[in-house]
């Protein structure tokens, strides 16, 4: 189902089939030409079920916790079940395809799934690019250290690009890692021109993630 175009070859897998994690995530939209401005705070589940074709097979769960539309409130939703996809996900650990897939959820999805390589490099470039069945999509982030290692955690500066025909999403944050199990601690991330799910008009995004370990 899925090929890489690029992957590279980094430090053995931080997974295994039962790893889980998750935690909570914000994403602000925003566009003052097409007078966008919603919001929505949700928490994710991530869990490691198997295999296919030497990736990694995730289930994942979303539950939205709040909405917001131009700063009002919106009812909540008349159901609390989470919604439940699949992910696959290279052996390090990124996002290469979604089912089902949403072209704007993916584009944002695939900033915050990433793991720190065991060998902890002060820098490491990763090739998004993938093709599926019929949809092909094209990225790099590159992720290089700052500052001291505080504790056992380690920051690094992100900075993404999208390949392709204009308008591209790209992206820039900050995002710190576990240095003993390699997972995303929390990321502040910005990204521009990023398409909204389930449309075509593109936005500004401002997206927050903590890890649920993380106080």
């Known amino acids: 189902m899925v090929s890489l175009l690029a992957l590279c070859a ?11 994690w998750g935690g909570e ?13 919603e919001s929505r705070r949700q928490k994710l589940f991530f869990r490691v079920t198997g295999k296919e074709d030497d990736l990694w097979v995730v289930q994942t769960q979303v539950t939205l916790l709040e909405s917001k539309v131009g700063g009002v409130l919106m009812p909540p939703p008349p159901y609390k079940d989470p919604t439940i996809s699949k992910a696959w996900l290279s052996p390090e650990g990124t ?8 072209h704007g ?20 470039t990763l090739d998004l690019s993938t093709t599926v069945e019929k949809q092909v999509t094209k990225g790099v982030a590159k992720l290089t250290s700052f500052g001291q290692p505080s504790g056992t955690s380690r920051g690094y500066r992100l900075t993404f690009t ?9 992206a820039t944050g900050v995002l710190w890692f576990d240095a003993g199990d390699g997972r995303l601690l929390s990321a502040q991330i910005e990204a521009k ?3 909204l799910p389930g449309s075509t008009e593109r936005a500004h995004v401002t997206l927050a993630y903590r890890d649920s370990r993380t106080k």
């Open 105 to 124: 959820t993916f584009e944002l999805d695939r900033l915050i799934a990433m793991w720190l390589p065991a060998n902890l490099p002060d820098e490491w």
């Open 95 to 102: 996002l290469l395809y979604e089912d089902p897939f949403d």
């Open 10 to 20: 980094l430090a053995p897998s931080r997974l295994t089939v039962g790893t889980n």
């Open 193 to 195: 021109d990023a398409l």
């Open 162 to 170: 999208s390949g392709g025909d204009a308008p591209q999403m790209s």
């Open 25 to 37: 995530e914000s994403l602000h939209y925003t566009s003052k030409a097409d007078e966008i401005d």
